[in-house]
């Protein structure tokens, strides 16, 4: 019996051994052939890419090109169709309890509870990944100061501006420090003087604190700013994937939005039907 025992241990052992090195050796995110289908509609389709550690990586393309849809994927919030994808070492399709415990999100559309304080929504938050109060009041403490609302840490957040409302969800995102973290639109709706403080607080998460990043986003300038490389994606294709330099370069142009313009057209899009299905 004993001998069982040991047997079934050494069992465990081995294969958090053996992911603890697949780990270390995969990229941050890998994604190999991957396609999703909504009935007929094929949203994302047959992409490759790989993200590594501490790599700041955008994913850019219009309205219904297929980069939320990807983000979902990564984030174990839909399945794949078929094709392969992994997150800090681990398939999306196999463990997806383990990729929810290796990551961070913040959404673009606003998740916060406005009738709770800045505090409080992090506390929740907290208490949903498990983590006990000592380390807990920690890291609320360590976050709040990171996103300067210490201030307005008992202010209720239905009084929070714009911007101070996408911090809170960026410390929010941080609270089980996350090995990659996914922002998706991350300075929506925000005045210039805001998104450029919020740049300045991804940027130092992501040079300073190793964070792997994965962004989407509007603002060909965001993008240039934050970004070591980009993938534009239309259609579910992923068109071209360089830094921003050397996309500038391959586009002959001087700015990313001429890049944006060079792969994707300029033709303004009707995809209403096409949304409407996914």
């Known amino acids: 019996m004993f001998f069982g025992i040991f047997k079934l241990k050494f069992h465990y052992l081995k294969i958090s051994l053996v992911q603890t090195i697949i780990n270390f050796l995969m990229p941050a995110i890998q994604v190999k052939n991957?396609?999703?289908?909504?009935?007929?509609?094929?949203?994302?389709d047959d992409i490759s890419f790989s993200v590594e550690e501490g790599e700041c990586f955008g994913l850019l393309g219009p309205n219904g090109a297929g980069k939320t849809t990807t983000i979902n994927i990564l984030s174990t919030l839909l399945k794949l169709t078929s094709g392969f994808a992994s997150v800090a070492g681990f398939d999306v399709s196999k463990y997806k309890n383990e990729v929810r415990r290796s990551i961070g999100i913040v959404f673009q559309e606003?998740?916060?509870d406005s009738k709770l304080t800045g505090k409080e929504?992090?506390?929740f938050h907290a208490m949903m990944y498990g983590i006990i109060p000592q380390v807990r009041d920690k890291r609320i403490k360590e976050l709040l100061e990171l996103v300067e609302l210490s201030e307005k840490a008992n202010t209720l957040v239905r009084n929070y501006?714009?911007?101070?409302?996408r911090r809170l969800e960026i410390a929010r995102g941080?609270?089980?420090?996350?090995?990659?973290?996914?922002?998706?639109?991350p300075t929506l709706g925000l005045d210039s003087q805001t998104r450029r403080l919020i740049w300045d607080y991804i940027k130092r998460l992501n040079k300073e604190h190793n964070v792997t990043i994965i962004l989407t986003t509007h603002y060909m300038e965001e993008a240039d700013y934050l970004c070591d490389r980009i993938g534009i994606i239309d259609h579910g294709k992923l068109l071209v994937l360089d830094t921003p330099e050397n996309l500038k370069k391959t586009a002959q142009v001087s700015t990313l939005d001429e890049v944006f313009i060079h792969f994707i057209g300029a033709t303004i899009r009707n995809i209403e039907e096409r949304e409407k299905i996914w």
């Open 34 to 44: 991957l396609v999703k289908k909504f009935k007929e509609t094929t949203a994302v």
């Open 110 to 112: 606003p998740a916060l």
């Open 121 to 123: 929504n992090l506390e």
């Open 161 to 165: 501006s714009g911007g101070m409302k």
């Open 174 to 185: 941080l609270i089980q420090k996350p090995k990659v973290l996914f922002l998706d639109e």
